[in-house]
């Protein structure tokens, strides 16, 4: 056995499991290792031949096993548990081998570790997986940043088990250092707003249009069909046809209105907040979640204030113009995500092509859509641009949709139907295409209150004034 697999992989959870038999499905041979034997079992099990995928439980036997220089990646919970496996790991290792973390570690996490190893001769990449269970298994979107050289040794394997864009691979080298875990954390951030939009367009056709499940479904169905065509919009159709097997109702209808998070949006909204990036969509996605998690109080304040009756709509022109608020809606979140991304570039020395970035999330990652081929072909038409709106091919795009999203925010904020997501969406297009803004009155109130000085429109200078004098 010594010496014999191509690929390590360290934590064999769901996600785990489906990325290695992934990688023996594409004719490369793998050892896995997890402390819990059951894991072992179901991998040995399922992998069916041992000369092709194998593990155990114990570290020694996984490392040697492995032919070199060593490529191990671990699918193991971001934080402690990495340091620990990496701890465990190190003394068994040889210089030049590779340690890959494929978990949605913080930045600069990676930052540390990959110092800390490049001194005892290990090269270590973090490479942002995309796709959840089933695309780890039928192909994710992968996002690897660190050592150039030791990710020319993964390269054929990630390229073989990543999802495919017209046959093109959804992987490439984004940058050094954390390049590959800073982009997933901000994929995270954008799938956080595009989820939040999705959701807030049901709630609006529900309580505006009337729209039942089975209408719901097919209206997103059909949107699948057209220039919205993603996988939330896909997924969305599916749930809300879903049965509920504990009543005769439909699943979506029992499900608490409490939505989780595991930290990613949040960490994209503080750093964008520490790089002076505006990404409102993606800020108030994060705090509606928070927003969910005050059940108990919502349900006393739903009782304590009047609420307005919905007034009713034309069905067929609200189901358009939804249509459209949301595509406008998805540009913005987009666009707030590549802005950062190129931003953090230059701030981190990360090198990134935004125009690569947009090419591999077409497909296998959870915000991949149709509208990624377009954002692709945005940056590659021009590397600097340094916001998707300034991008001629968008324009027509923005403009023949931005009505429809000022039409759905008056009738919510009228009508006491909460679109956040969709509101900030505007007002941030709103402000950026603002040649000016109301902030020369803030300027002013800074100057008076702490001496803070300000611009003037009419001459060059640093100015302050003694207010009221």
């Known amino acids: 056995m010594a010496n014999t ?45 041992t000369e092709k995928v194998n593990a155990s439980t114990d570290a020694k036997t996984f490392v040697e096993a492995l032919s070199t220089p060593r490529k191990i990646m671990l699918l193991v919970p971001a934080g402690k548990i990495v340091d620990a496996v990496i701890k465990n790991l190190l003394p068994l290792l040889d210089e030049g081998d590779i340690i890959i973390d494929g978990g949605n570690s913080f930045y600069t996490d990676t930052d540390r570790r990959e110092a800390y190893l490049k001194d005892k001769g290990i090269n270590f990449f973090g490479a942002g997986v995309s796709g959840g269970a089933k695309g780890a298994r039928r192909g994710p979107s992968i996002m690897p940043g660190g050592s150039r050289e030791a990710y020319q040794h993964v390269k054929p394997i990630f390229e073989a088990v990543s999802a495919k864009y017209h046959g093109e691979p959804c992987v490439t080298y984004l940058g050094p250092k954390s390049a ?41 169905a059909s949107w699948n069909e057209g220039r919205l065509q993603s996988f939330l919009v896909e997924i969305t159709a599916a749930i809300l046809a879903q049965k509920d097997d504990l009543t005769d109702g439909d699943l979506v209808d029992m499900i608490l209105d409490k ?71 998805f540009i913005i979140a987009y666009t707030q995500g590549m802005h950062q991304l ?64 000022r039409k ?51 001459r060059e200078g640093i100015f302050h004034t003694e207010w009221g004098s």
């Open 5 to 49: 697999y191509d690929f390590g992989l360290v934590g064999l959870g769901v996600m785990g499991r489906n990325f290695i038999l992934n990688v023996v499905d594409n004719g490369f041979t793998a050892f896995g290792n997890d402390l819990d034997g059951e894991k072992v079992a179901a991998l040995i099990n399922e992998g069916g031949d």
């Open 180 to 220: 590959g875990n800073y982009v997933k954390m901000v994929h995270n951030g954008i799938e956080y707003a595009m989820m939040q939009l999705t959701s807030e367009i049901y709630d609006i056709l529900k309580k505006a249009g009337g729209l039942s499940n089975q209408e719901l479904h097919q209206t997103y």
């Open 259 to 329: 939505a989780k998070q595991k930290g990613t949006g949040k960490w994209t909204s503080q750093n964008a907040m520490d790089l002076g990036i505006p990404v409102p969509t993606i800020d108030i996605a994060v705090s509606m979640r928070e927003i969910s998690a005050l059940k108990e109080e919502r349900v006393k304040a739903d009782e304590l204030y009047d609420r307005p009756s919905p007034e009713p709509v034309d069905k067929n022109v609200l189901i358009k113009d939804a249509e459209q608020a949301l595509y406008f809606a």
């Open 342 to 405: 190129a931003d953090a570039s230059k701030e981190y020395g990360y090198e990134l092509d935004l125009g690569e970035i947009a090419k591999i999330w077409r497909a296998g990652c959870i915000i991949r859509a149709a509208l990624l081929a377009d954002i692709t072909e945005a940056f590659q038409a021009d590397k600097d641009l340094p916001n998707l709106l300034l991008s001629p091919s968008f324009v027509g795009k923005v403009q023949s949709t931005v009505a429809a999203a």
């Open 408 to 458: 759905l925010v008056s009738y919510g904020a009228t009508n006491g139907i909460p679109l956040p997501g969709l509101s900030n969406s505007l007002t941030y297009f709103d402000a950026y295409t603002s040649e000016r803004l109301p902030l020369n009155v803030i300027q002013g109130q800074r100057d008076y209150f702490g001496s803070h000085t300000y611009e003037r429109t009419d």
